[in-house]
């Protein structure tokens, strides 16, 4: 199968205008197949607003930890409905990893944030346009904005949201100036191994 090609299409530091613009390349895909949500929790409230959002979503600790008797993987198993502040805190931070129906909550995802890292992928097909060389290619099409980082894989901590296109599994770059052009925007740097 191997991963999609991922081109940084616009990076900003308003990550109402990454969502935005996000959103305005998906209305271009031919097809919606699958949404995937990730991020990146740092607080009590930020975990309490992500289970109400997502109700049965499972929290993950963000990195390995281990039980110091049996030296076992120790996974997350509070319940962070019933479990106070004080205990949320000593797992933090928390990642989860979700998929969604299209157009569900993704909206509410993106405005119930924090400062962690997080992204939303919109997994799809791009239309075919043989004139132009330009063919669909699912499952390596579609768009990603990623909310504080600049890389379509997990990547250090940004200031800024960066939004990208998927294209083929080999590489589009006709494909994803085009598309970057709609937004306004241009092909930021090199691609990047995507999904």
């Given at each position: 199968?191997?991963?999609?090609?991922?081109?940084?299409?616009?990076?900003?530091?308003?990550?109402?205008?990454?969502?935005?613009?996000?959103?305005r390349?998906?209305?271009?895909?031919?097809?919606?197949?699958?949404?995937?949500?990730?991020?990146e929790?740092?607080?009590?409230?930020?975990?309490?607003?992500?289970?109400?959002?997502?109700?049965?979503?499972?929290?993950?600790?963000?990195?390995?930890?281990?039980?110091?008797?049996?030296?076992?993987?120790?996974?997350?198993?509070?319940?962070?409905?019933?479990?106070?502040?004080?205990?949320?805190?000593a797992?933090?931070?928390?990642?989860?990893?979700?998929?969604?129906?299209p157009?569900?909550?993704?909206?509410?995802?993106?405005?119930?944030?924090?400062?962690?890292?997080?992204?939303?992928?919109?997994?799809?097909?791009?239309?075919?346009?043989?004139?132009?060389?330009?063919?669909?290619?699912?499952?390596?099409?579609?768009?990603?904005?990623?909310?504080?980082?600049?890389?379509?894989?997990?990547g250090?901590?940004?200031?800024?949201?960066?939004?990208?296109?998927?294209?083929?599994?080999?590489?589009?770059?006709?494909?994803?100036?085009?598309?970057?052009?709609?937004?306004?925007?241009?092909?930021?740097?090199?691609?990047?191994?995507?999904?």
């Amino acid at each position: 199968m191997g991963n999609s090609t991922a081109y940084p299409v616009l990076r900003t530091d308003d990550a109402s205008t990454a969502y935005t613009q996000a959103r305005r390349l998906c209305a271009l895909l031919e097809q919606e197949d699958e949404v995937w949500l990730t991020a990146e929790l740092r607080t009590a409230g930020e975990v309490r607003r992500m289970a109400a959002l997502l109700p049965g979503v499972t929290f993950e600790h963000s990195e390995t930890r281990t039980d110091p008797v049996t030296g076992r993987y120790a996974g997350f198993d509070l319940d962070v409905t019933t479990a106070d502040d004080a205990a949320l805190k000593a797992h933090l931070p928390l990642d989860i990893i979700e998929e969604v129906a299209p157009g569900s909550v993704v909206t509410r995802f993106a405005t119930s944030l924090g400062r962690g890292a997080a992204a939303i992928e919109w997994h799809g097909r791009w239309p075919d346009e043989p004139a132009a060389g330009h063919y669909g290619s699912p499952p390596y099409d579609g768009v990603q904005v990623v909310f504080h980082g600049d890389r379509a894989q997990q990547g250090r901590w940004t200031e800024e949201h960066t939004v990208f296109v998927h294209v083929t599994k080999f590489g589009d770059l006709p494909r994803a100036r085009k598309l970057a052009a709609h937004i306004g925007g241009e092909v930021l740097g090199e691609p990047q191994l995507g999904w």
